[in-house]
């Protein structure tokens, strides 16, 4: 063969070469990163579409990092005061020694049925005592635990409490005490009032007996009320807000004390409200059952 026949057969090879090259590269499809997807419509070209991102799923909160607010704190034996409680922090709380109001006795004595006695100084300490039968006995260990029944019950409510989805309650601006909101069943009734007054009381607010002259208004505050009715003087105080009963609305932690115009009686309790649309009253509710 020739020396041209030789150039020419290699420059058709070399041409060869190169064509499957090219022809291999057009028909390779670019490889597509995992974000993009192939979107075809009817008689229409191939359309590369940005696959959006995986949405971000929301962290939900875990039950003891949730945090409230205290409207009244709660203050201990060392002289500090805590207003705002995170779950994860109540346990070590009921473990400090509570405020007693300045008092000589640095606690409560309780009194089983046998004239057993103990003495405790924590939420922890007095809780056990009530579930083992001890109580308060005379009338100044009777004043000496409502030191204790606040701050105690504040406790124990706020570990099974909830952050509310919705609320109907006034702000705290606003104030939670308008009368004709607050139900007559809230005051610590002692009358038959169907009998007495020839009605009952499921519809009755505040503000009907004051109208009436059977309540008498004779201290208010921002978070706070003194009525009068009957003999019987209540005050209640608003200590927190949170959903007490799981049912996703806002709910009022309210301590009530209970005391006669003529007499040394008193009592102590906690009473909860919830408000369940613009257009109801106030009405009581029961905490609820963690177990």
């Not at 606690?107 to 922890?124: A, P």
């Not at 409490?161 to 607050?182: C, N, R």
Request: glycine share 6%; hydrophobic share 35%.
């Amino acid at each position: 063969m020739g020396f041209k026949q030789k150039c020419l057969c290699m420059g058709i090879g070399c041409l060869f070469i190169v064509f499957c090259m090219f022809f291999a590269l057009a028909c390779e499809k670019p490889s597509k990163s995992s974000s993009q997807e192939t979107a075809t419509t009817p008689n229409s070209k191939e359309v590369v579409t940005e696959k959006p991102p995986a949405p971000v799923r929301a962290t939900s909160v875990k039950s003891r990092d949730l945090t409230f607010e205290l409207v009244e704190g709660i203050e201990f034996a060392d002289g500090t005061e805590v207003r705002s409680i995170t779950k994860a922090d109540i346990e070590a709380l009921r473990d400090r020694p509570i405020h007693t109001g300045g008092n000589v006795a640095d606690g409560v004595t309780l009194t089983n049925d046998k004239n057993e006695k103990v003495h405790v100084r924590t939420c922890k300490e007095y809780d056990a005592a009530l579930e083992g039968g001890y109580s308060p006995y005379s009338g100044y260990d009777i004043a000496m635990a409502s030191w204790f029944k606040y701050p105690c019950g504040t406790l124990n409510l706020l570990e099974i409490a909830m952050i509310p989805q919705q609320s109907f309650i006034p702000t705290h601006k606003e104030g939670i005490f308008d009368l004709e909101l607050l139900p007559l069943s809230v005051f610590p009734v002692l009358s038959d009032y169907e009998q007495t007054y020839g009605y009952n009381i499921e519809n009755v607010t505040y503000q009907n007996q004051v109208e009436k002259g059977l309540l008498k208004v004779i201290g208010r505050g921002q978070n706070w009320l003194r009525c009068e009715q009957d003999g019987l003087i209540q005050r209640l105080t608003e200590m927190a807000r949170a959903d007490f009963n799981d049912d996703g609305i806002e709910d009022i932690l309210l301590s009530e004390t209970t005391s006669v115009t003529q007499g040394s009686y008193r009592s102590y309790d906690m009473i909860i409200l919830t408000r369940k649309s613009m257009e109801e009253k106030f009405e009581k509710v029961e905490a609820h059952d963690s177990k």
